[in-house]
């Protein structure tokens, strides 16, 4: 089970962390990516980190505003958000999984219920 948490409302250039939290496995043994579905669009790849935090991915547009890690002694990752944006207002999934590549929707197989962050302008 994945447990996301820590969205809310912001203002635009604000920050915000997300968490997520895991249980019933082996937290370590997964890589952890981060997703986004604005409403009326689908759900795209935020940022990701392989199992061992030696290799992380993000998307272009939250490059160098976002960053990734992971706790594995605390079976937990979290999204550092900076500089956030109108336009990125969205609910927020977390997901783990084993396959490549990280920024691919079918590389994970178990995904939270979502946190939702809004940015207002």
């Known amino acids: 089970q994945l447990q996301a948490s820590g969205g809310g409302l912001v203002q635009a250039g604000g920050s915000l962390r997300l968490s997520c939290a895991a249980s019933?496995?082996?937290?370590?043994?997964?890589?952890m990516g981060w997703f986004r579905q604005a409403p009326g669009k689908e759900r795209e790849f935020v940022a990701a980190?392989?199992?061992?935090?030696?290799?992380?991915a993000y998307a272009d547009s939250v490059k160098g505003r976002f960053t990734i890690s992971r706790d594995n002694a605390k079976n937990t990752g979290f999204l550092q958000m900076n500089s956030l944006k109108p336009e990125d207002t969205a609910v927020y999934f977390c997901?783990?999984?084993?396959?490549?590549?990280?920024?691919?929707?079918?590389?994970?197989?178990?995904w939270g219920q979502g946190t939702l962050v809004t940015v207002s302008s």
């Open positions: 980190i392989t199992w061992s935090g030696d290799s992380t």
């Open positions: 019933g496995r082996t937290f370590g043994n997964y890589n």
């Open positions: 997901a783990l999984g084993r396959s490549r590549p990280l920024r691919r929707r079918t590389s994970y197989d178990y």
